[in-house]
């Protein structure tokens, strides 16, 4: 039994509030467990320098957060001057997977900005992110067809992402929370579509190192979480996919 | 009448959730009208250089706001390597105001760091960041005197902050929202404790100037405001000074 | 009685020393006793980028100190890379101020850049750089005009800045030096025009907090201040308003 | 057949010149088809500050590409004042799957730097950087036991790195050179074991998703030329593993 | 005939005002022609880390200019937030150029700081620099004399610095203004010591080039300068060497 | 006799191998003994801001380091945030000497990139990359002929850089090595043209002096050392000048 009595294959509790902050065009709070991230999603009238005259929109995003979301408070990167390695990684691969679900062409020549700030952290930030920023920057897509800015929805299928890892006592888990995270050999994150196909996949052992067995295990968990999370998803945003 | 249908002296509407965050010691999140703070306190056992082996504690503020709590996405400070003049000056501001109603001696060798992130603006995001940053705080100094490591209260008096400004069409307000402050000649934001003291007091022509008797009035204003601020923030905190 | 032998309302020996540097537009050195402060003003034929094509110039201004301003060396912001919080406060303050006496659609679409550099420093710089700025802008108006660039006069009225503050000892006091200025209980800087209208005031609390009576006193003595500081300004200028 | 004649199943042409600069404790020159890379391993004798006191090593990597890597010059980021998103992502990858493979008790309290120079790019130039990064940290490893510093042999286990991607037209690749990442799907890096364990697996769908199915034939690909990598590196090094 | 009417190998009119700035242990305001820098010596009771118990003391210095000691405004680098190249060569040489004629063991541990501020610019201002320089830096060491703290006197030399460049149409100069300095086809800056032997000679060539004949014709006036300019600074330091 | 066995006038074992790096227009690796560069040159075509519209070329470079190009490790210039002074003054260097034998005119509008990447270092890099940097422009400069892109040959000399230095014991050498250099008391960087004649001149006493006759000794030790290297490249370029 995990330390919060769930099941090795249990996600935390998944809450999605749409509508959290009144100026984005898209905006949740999505909380998994104690992990709580504002996804903000902003429409941008304009491709940056390298798309521009090609047709084609492009998204982007940015990941932070608040210094004390974590048990010990973290010097603000604006104090430092410097983002760390760690926020970049992250911020390049929410943009990353959310491309992987919109047809840019379809898009048009816009950008559309993905601000996932994290308030309070317990691990999984990263796939908590992702999660809260597809249904975000869905809520934007839709306000444009709403509003008749775009014609046809460019999104092409639904999208979350979930964290599993292997304990050297528990085994394969589903869903880490910090403390789990913290004490995992194995840590792997999955970003999945509704179709079940995969769009990234980031395996890592922490000094440590894991077999082709392992790993066809803890990929099957993944696919149970994200199934799971699509629905909750699916219910803030209503059917996204025809 | 005012566009929010307020009178010329009445506050928006005021609300302080304790407990917001977890992880830090004190935390509330403050709303008044459409701007929300998040206000976290931290504790950290020991002291700036500047301030070592002196007996003397510290408090220090940090200030930010989300990309989106504007109307208009701004760019984060994290990305452009350097913090804004603007931000420079509010959390100077924060700092210095809460100083002034703690005794530093019985505070002991430890700092109190305010975070301020504002999620949601609408004008008066200073002013709403110390009379949250307030709560917090002693949240904060409460939880230590309750684990007996504060022998004594340090806070010696209750500490709140509002705006007011001069409409060349409506005259004299209170608590300016976003649209109010912008087409304001005249801003002020004024800090004052429980006793009716001043802490700090700045008033600034925007391309205008003001009268001694223009400030005589503002400052009545104020006064009004603070009250009932210092009120709801005794609802949170209890009555903190004996 | 004061250490320099002052009374509590004299103002320390003010000299203004037009044409200081020859390639400025507007230059003088400034000297409030032992302060002393090279105010340059220079002219430039485009506006920022948030004016253009609005038919408007702009004030905009710098201030630093020379490392030995000080008693003890302080570290030069370029070889820290960063501007601190207190240099961005005054120059903003700076600008400010000298932007609500000029018309700016009088000045047209030019930018007049402030440059107040602190040679030598005992208390006071941020006021005698407003008080010299206001000087050297003038300057440099003046010869806009002569050279038949500028129709008309763009300023509104005189502009000086001076210190008041509390001493726990002496009471209100005028003018302070470094060393009564660290000794204070309550600062106010206060910005008044020629016709004794607030342009800008603020007055701080050092772990100290100042009556409504007070803050009475502490005007009536930068009143008398300023209006002294203006007829040293005309002294250079000339009659500026008609 | 591949534009460079190579089989779908062929690494490109590898060498590994061991001692290739002469003041680090180990270095090599590798390349991979045109790709060219300087490994550097350095000694400190000391570890980071969260590690000290703690009888542990630490392994620790930077990257960076020479500005003419590139078939268009591209701005240090010396010159630019920052390191890249991508620099630091590949940094931090390096010096984890190095760490994988290392008992850091045994190492010692010190740490090795390593310092993989791209001197020439045509794709897969991170997985050639750890490939070769193992080569020059094993060398510097046996200098500290010839010497006598190390009593034991650190290292747990052979690693080396490919990357394997899926292109619209060909299929399955293995090593793909830049013009193939350029227009492949799927792109995925895998750093694994000689005991045939992953340590990384990096799987990023461009714009593109892949299936179950597909990433199976990409991970047996990878295993393949892993298999052969450690054949080249085990020319240099000797046997490194009892 | 030169634009100013002087003779080809005649000094600018030097003048050099001892105790200009109130603070510094030493501190001149040194002119040549319409050339002004402030140039002031700091003590510091310790050395850098790379000298900690050696039991030498060592000399650094930093140059800058005011934004108007130009014809047109330059940014300060405080604000680019980073300090050009052309400053760390001037301040390198600056300190280099000191160290020579000190005993840095006599001067013991401390850090003797310059400071050369230029707040009027018309060529020569790194010669300039020097010269004053080594001004302020006596009048500090006599200080430190005087007051008891160094036994022996540390300089070993008098020391100056001056320009000489060719024009192509009126051959070999002296001391060269900024229009001159334009213009030139080989500029040169020697520092030379009492005794007449060379600290520092660099002579360049923009898009030019310079025979050995017509390096012994610079040499040959430098040295005049500076012979010149060593009077000048005995006529303020009175005679330093023995 | 030098620790190395040579000659006090006689060179480093000199080699240039032209051709190192695929991808610039024109590249080499250089070797001084252990020192050695590569030198790439860039073809970019436009120019800089201040030359745009005069017809005219540029030329610029920078110059780095690797981490273990030296017996210990340096921290990159990257992580640190910014350039040192020391690359600063080299880079500046280099780009002005290959400018002062090059008719930028003939160049037309675009600009030369040169990067002097040392990637091992044993004294003397800054005058190996001015010596290879010769030779990786010209084969730039060749290969924009032999394209027909350029009409005329732009270079109007050879150029070559060398030090020369005094050691207290040894007296004048040629050509020192890193632990030559870091004992001599004077240190002087030639660069000269094929036809003899001074390009820049940079002669330093370490906390030492030197004489006019000692500096004649030092010139013609480096002009038989630069005619010697000029010979070395012409075996690479051919001749360049008719």
New interface residues.
């Given amino acids: 039994m995990r330390l919060d009595e769930r099941q090795y294959d249990e996600l935390r509790k998944i809450e999605i509030q749409a509508g959290y ?4 065009e898209g ?1 949740v709070l999505i909380s998994a467990g ?1 992990t709580k991230v ?1 996804c ?1 999603a ?1 429409i ?1 009238d304009r491709v940056p320098p390298f798309l521009r005259g090609e047709g084609k929109g492009w998204i982007t995003a ?1 990941y ?1 957060m ?6 010990q ?1 973290t010097i ?14 992250i ?2 691969l929410i943009g ?1 997977a959310l ?2 679900v919109v047809d ?1 062409e379809k898009l048009g020549e816009r950008t559309i ?1 993905i ?1 996932c ?1 994290v ?2 952290a317990d691990g999984g930030t990263r796939t908590a992110s992702i999660t809260g920023a597809f249904v975000a920057m869905t809520l934007a897509i839709q306000k444009l067809q709403s509003e008749g800015v775009l014609k046809e929805n460019p999104i092409t ?1 639904y999208l979350a992402a979930i964290s599993v890892g292997i304990d050297s006592k528990q085994g394969l888990l589903l869903d880490l929370n910090y403390e789990e995270d913290s004490s995992a050999e194995v840590d ?1 994150n999955v970003i999945m ?1 509704g ?18 067995e392992q ?1 066809n295990g803890l ?1 099957d968990l993944a696919e149970k979480g994200i199934k799971e999370l699509i629905e909750k998803q699916k219910a803030v945003t209503g059917e996204v996919i025809e």
Same sequence: chains 1, 2, 3, 4, 5, 6.
Wanted: glycine residues 8%; without cysteine.
């Fill in positions: 902050i009144t100026h984005p905006s104690n504002i903000n902003s941008e940015e932070s608040l210094p004390r979301a974590t048990a408070r603000r990167e604006s104090s430092k001057g410097k983002v760390t390695g760690r926020t970049m990684e911020q390049r990353r491309r992987a840019l900005w601000d700030d308030i309070q299928d792997m579509t179709a079940g196909r995969f769009v990234e996949l980031q395996g890592t052992g922490e000094e440590a190192t894991f077999s082709r790993l990929l």
